[in-house]
């Protein structure tokens, strides 16, 4: 018998956004890992840190759902927590009106919604990445947050879940410096991971009843995978979300380097995975959970990260490297992405004029794809070099 100790994650099948329903479920996962008393205590000040990135019907699964904001705060409230906060740092707009458009009250079974727009300076001397952070005030003030996330798929991190959403933690603008100072996938793990040591969320929980796939976080395609996850390891529930979609794990940058830096496992013997179905609870393995609630034909970039020795020499790893494109067809040349762009001079601009739409320079471009993110016409995505040439040489 194995010693080590394993990070547990309750898996709990939902095939609805019915609000009893979801909080059921949510109970039910709870309960596995001890109860919501387990991670917080009645006098705490706590935070729920949602997934708002834009302000998008809840259908489009941009946005972690209100039915499972509003099972939280349910619970906690039934827990007598009474210093209960909501909200995130959207890289667009304001924690108001995303909160508006999912259509929850500002005051949510007692507990109250945040703004999450002042800045505050935080010193991290323990960091390997990043030593100092401009977090939002109530990341501070907070004694325990809970990280409510969403299952989608996203160009840069290739997913995002538990690792990635405390990239909200960062207040409002601020997002952008971080992607120029932390420039790729790898280097831009380490620094969330860094922020998980530096604030130590006490809870994860991933909403994935719909998820994204295709061109995530925000301008993808929802498919339903029916399940809500938690766990206390924010990388775990990652992986529990890379095996339902067959997704090497290992090739996730914020799983390996969440593993280096101590913050959780991708590893299944390391990881206990609780089913809670209908039946009651129990243990399943990862290839029954992607038998029984898998989607092999989940739309997510699953090639390896490098090429071969002999496709780097040759120049082909530059032609083939992803990078962002924008489908003329949709840009309504707002200039949105300009303005995201992080990259001193940037990196995507009006060179032919504001009626045109703007236009990339790849060698300045990072590829934090920013723009994609923000893009509220979803006309920017991420392709391949080879790609990009041979769809212009269709439309010809
Ligand atoms: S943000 Fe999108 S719609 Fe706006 S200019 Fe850029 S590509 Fe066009
Ligand atoms: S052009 Fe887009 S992907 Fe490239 S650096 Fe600017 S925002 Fe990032």
């Known amino acids: 018998m194995s010693d080590i100790k394993k990070s547990r994650v309750a898996i709990i099948p939902c095939d609805t956004y019915d609000e009893d ?31 708002l990135l834009s302000a998008a019907q809840p259908e489009r699964a941009v946005t972690t759902h209100p039915s499972v904001l509003k099972a939280v705060l349910r619970i906690l409230s039934e827990a007598d927590c009474s210093f209960v906060r909501y909200g995130d740092s ?16 500002e005051e949510c079974f007692g507990a109250k919604s945040t703004s999450m727009s002042e800045a505050v300076h935080v010193d991290f001397p323990e960091g390997m990445t990043c030593r100092e952070f401009d977090f939002c005030k109530e990341i501070v ?9 969403k299952m989608k798929t996203h160009a840069l991190e290739r997913i995002t879940g538990a690792v990635k959403n405390v990239y909200g933690f960062v207040c409002g603008y601020r997002k952008a410096a971080g992607h120029v100072k932390f420039p790729n996938a790898t280097v831009f793990a380490r620094m969330l991971a860094d922020i998980h040591r530096c604030t130590k969320p006490r809870l994860h929980i991933m909403d994935g ?21 938690v766990s206390r390891d924010p990388v775990a529930i990652d992986a529990v979300f890379c095996y339902l979609v067959n997704l090497d794990p290992e090739i996730i940058p914020t799983n390996s380097q969440g593993i280096r830096m101590g913050i ?7 990881i206990e995975m609780i089913l809670c179905g209908k039946d009651g609870s129990r243990v399943i393995t990862k290839s029954e959970l992607f038998e029984k609630y898998g989607n092999p034909d989940f739309d997510v970039p699953r090639g390896k990260p490098r090429g071969t020795f002999l496709m780097r020499y040759s120049g082909l790893m530059t032609r083939l490297a992803r990078r962002p494109v924008i489908d003329t067809s949709k840009c309504v040349k707002c ?4 303005n995201h762009c992080p990259v001193p001079g940037k990196a995507v601009e009006f060179k032919n004029g504001k009626d045109n739409p703007p236009v990339y320079d790849y060698k300045k471009c990072i590829r934090c794809y920013c723009c994609q993110e923000m893009c509220p016409k979803h006309a920017i995505s991420a392709k391949h070099g080879l790609l990009i040439g041979r769809k212009r040489k269709d439309k010809r």
Do not use: H, Q
């Open 335 to 338: 200039g949105i992405c300009v």
């Open 90 to 105: 959207p890289g667009y707009g304001t924690c108001e009106s995303v909160i508006k458009m999912l259509g929850v009250e």
């Open 21 to 51: 329903t979801v909080y059921e479920c949510l109970k039910k996962g709870l309960r596995e890992l001890g109860g919501i008393e387990e991670f917080v205590s009645p006098g705490e000040k706590i935070l729920v840190k949602l997934n």
């Open 209 to 229: 009843i719909v998820a994204m796939e295709g061109n995530g976080p925000g301008s993808g395609d929802p498919v339903p995978m029916n399940v809500l996850i």
């Open 141 to 149: 003030e907070s004694d325990a947050i809970i990280n409510v996330c």
């Open 264 to 270: 959780g496992t991708d590893k299944e013997e390391e």
